[in-house]
């Protein structure tokens, strides 16, 4: 049987260079590309050692701990014990993640029949079904990207939990509570009194007012002649914004002056009376995850309670 040897060493090189990237990238670690290629050098070097009198070695539990170690020393440097230790796991993980992925995926492909026959006796002995460079080669960087892509998503869904707040909405003796995101993006201030503008899906209110009294508010911009009689009973509350949201086409964002907010962030209770509640028509959150957007101001005045 013929080894390419050299080809084999490659694709094992590519491939540890891009664990220790994918490694970087999950611990936000700087990019020092010439000690990634070093380390990806010595890691893929492992595949020369097997073919060596020294194979018996390579294959001991010890010396893979050692290797690795020796790896991740390599590409990321030794500052302190915890930074080591936290770089090697997850050098670990993402090794074992990949190479998982790569398995499931190859067997996602096979038949039942395939799947059998990889299992027959051969010479009396159960080999089990093998895989293929080729599907390495292509498989590799698919599984990689997939990786990386979801870390960011995990990423972002644990900031944005960190922002998140409980809103309760007081209008009109009504309460409508709500989940918010403190987004630090958000300046808008209404241009006459200067409160700051929440923005919050109108279907919140459609319960309380009937989607079609909020959608003719969310008009209102427009100069309709005749409004609805619940529409009229909320004028006194509307103001006009110059604010273009995003997915409509007026330049203006309606807001209703609610009676109070009351928002509690990080165990601490806010209550306030200036604030204004901008309508949006379509969705905030594509997952669900919020319904509103919280101006930050509304977090850092005076604090009304500490919940824990």
């Avoid at 796991?89 to 038949?111: E, N, P, S």
Wanted: proline fraction near 4%; aromatic fraction near 14%; hydrophobic fraction near 50%.
């Amino acid at each position: 049987m013929t080894v390419y040897l050299d080809l084999i060493w490659l694709l094992n090189f590519f491939i540890d260079y891009l664990l220790i990237a994918l490694t970087a990238l999950v611990l936000k670690r700087r990019f020092k590309h010439v000690r990634f290629i070093l380390a990806a050098f010595i890691a893929s070097f492992i595949v020369i050692l097997m073919f060596t009198p020294f194979a018996d070695l390579v294959y001991s539990p010890w010396f893979k701990l050692i290797y690795s170690a020796l790896i991740v020393w390599v590409a990321f440097g030794y500052e302190r014990l915890r930074f080591f230790i936290q770089n090697l796991l997850m050098f670990y993980f993402v090794t074992f993640m990949t190479g998982g992925a790569l398995f499931a995926l190859h067997f996602f492909w096979q038949t039942e029949l395939d799947i059998l026959s990889s299992f027959s006796p051969q010479n009396g002995i159960f080999i089990g079904s093998s895989i293929s460079w080729v599907f390495v080669l292509i498989g590799f960087p698919l599984v990689w990207y997939f990786s990386k892509q979801r870390f960011e998503t995990i990423e972002t869904k644990k900031i944005q939990a960190d922002q998140m707040a409980e809103v309760t909405l007081f209008i009109d003796h009504f309460e409508i509570k709500t989940i918010g995101l403190v987004d630090t993006g958000n300046q808008l201030l209404c241009p006459i009194t200067k409160q700051p503008v929440m923005i919050i899906e109108g279907s919140l209110l459609y319960e309380t007012y009937s989607e079609a009294v909020v959608k003719e508010l969310s008009q209102i911009a427009e100069g309709k002649d005749e409004l609805l009689p619940e529409t009229e009973k909320l004028a006194h509350r509307v103001r006009i914004i110059p604010y273009r949201v995003v997915g409509q086409a007026s330049p203006f964002l309606t807001a209703l002056k609610p009676d109070k907010v009351e928002i509690v962030f990080n165990n601490e209770r806010y209550e306030t009376e200036k604030v204004l509640l901008g309508l949006q028509e379509g969705e905030l959150s594509a997952d669900g995850l919020f319904t509103s957007i919280i101006h930050p101001k509304l977090v850092q005045g005076p604090v009304l309670e500490k919940l824990a």
